[in-house]
Nanobody, 119 residues
């Protein structure tokens, strides 16, 4: 049983900052990557960023201008998303995701945390 517990969401004004955390526990196995996705009502869930077991990072085009930074603490199986210069269009439910395995891959998801940015 794998459990992902997210925290750090909330309401912030435009231009503000938030830090999301996601701690993974249970029989996780070999973690390939950890990441964050977001979803707004009526739209598909989209990638925000992920970080691989080797430390490489990938960001979506919508946050590639350096507003968001993903990091991880491998010893704690925890991934963070530091969000700065937030915009109203960043408002969404943010989901943590952990991918495990090598040939056979498994994705685990958190329950989601709401991030709301007011203008």
């Amino acid at each position: 049983q794998v459990q992902l517990v997210e925290s750090g969401g909330g309401l912030v004004q435009s231009g503000g900052s938030l830090r999301l955390s996601c701690a993974a526990s249970g029989s996780i196995g070999r973690v390939t990557r950890m990441g964050w996705y977001r979803q707004v009502p009526g739209k598909q869930r989209e990638l925000v960023a992920y970080i691989t077991s080797g430390g490489s990072t990938v960001y979506s085009d919508s946050v590639s201008e350096g507003r968001f930074t993903i990091s991880r603490d491998s010893a704690k199986n925890t991934v963070y998303l530091q969000m700065s210069s937030l915009k109203p269009e960043d408002t969404a439910v943010y989901y943590c995701s952990v991918r495990t395995g090598f040939i056979s891959l498994t994705d685990y998801w958190g329950q989601g945390t709401q991030v709301s940015v007011s203008s």
